[in-house]
């Protein structure tokens, strides 16, 4: 089974506590940060800025994984790389030249990611594969952290896989949205090697160290299950 990496979202976090939870979040083995700055226009919900990439990224040194919900992103690249970002994922939805997009993000020094919407279909960033480290396929209609997982994103996630394999690319395969103890496992069997979790790691009764050994246990259950 692929290396699977888990990135907890900040969105469900206890922000009276942010550095404290961002650092118990590395603590219990976090691989990225996952950080979603929403702007009311591209989805519903206004969330923060650079401001609390740049807080957090003072609290740890584990990389910072940066998803913008937001129209033009291409705006706001020097400001998260100043803040610190390493991974920067803009919709495709939201980008207009995407594929110069993605190039500002490289060039700016920071790993290019491109999300989809779950109605939006891979041949929408098919051409822009070989030029991105991540690739996101959303589980949830974005906009709000807690919502359940779509199953169509199994499907969607399968068909990444092959399209990402039969390339032969090293991209990285991420899932937003719903991912639990129950739904991780089948992520990961569907493809996915980027667990995106909010609520399942931020305010669990266990902790966030024992809500984070929870989904490790799950995904590797499902690779021993293979």
């Known amino acids: ?40 226009h591209f989805v519903p919900n206004l969330t923060f800025g650079p401001m ?3 807080a957090v990224r003072r609290s740890t040194t584990v990389p910072l994984d940066v998803h913008l ?6 705006r706001y690249i020097d400001a998260y790389r100043d803040a610190g970002a390493g991974i920067f994922t803009v919709h495709a939805e939201a980008c207009v ?3 110069r997009v993605v190039h500002l993000v490289r060039n700016a020094g920071m790993r290019p990611g491109v999300a989809i919407n ?19 396929v959303m589980s949830i209609n974005p ?11 199994f499907d969607k996630l399968r068909e990444a896989r092959r399209l990402i394999d039969g390339l032969g690319l ?22 996915a090697t980027i667990l995106v979790a909010g609520t399942a790691v931020f305010g ?10 929870r989904l490790r246990e799950s995904v590797d259950r499902a690779g021993s299950d293979e």
């Open 204 to 213: 669990q009764a266990d902790g966030i160290a024992g809500a984070s050994r």
């Open 52 to 54: 609390i990439a740049e």
């Open 170 to 191: 090293d991209v990285e395969l991420e899932v937003d949205g719903g991912v639990n103890h129950e739904t991780a496992a089948m992520a990961v069997r569907a493809g």
């Open 69 to 74: 919900m937001v129209e033009a992103p291409e």
């Open 118 to 136: 779950p109605a939006t279909p891979l041949d929408h960033v098919r051409w822009v594969l070989p030029d991105i480290d991540l690739l996101l």
């Open 97 to 99: 030249h995407l594929h």
């Open 1 to 40: 089974m692929r290396a699977v990496k888990l990135a907890p979202s900040i969105l469900a976090a206890d922000f009276a506590r942010l550095g404290e939870q961002v650092q118990a979040a590395a603590a219990a083995g976090a691989d990225y940060i996952h950080i979603d700055p929403m702007d009311g």
């Open 143 to 153: 906009g709000w952290g807690g919502q359940e997982f779509l199953p169509l994103a």
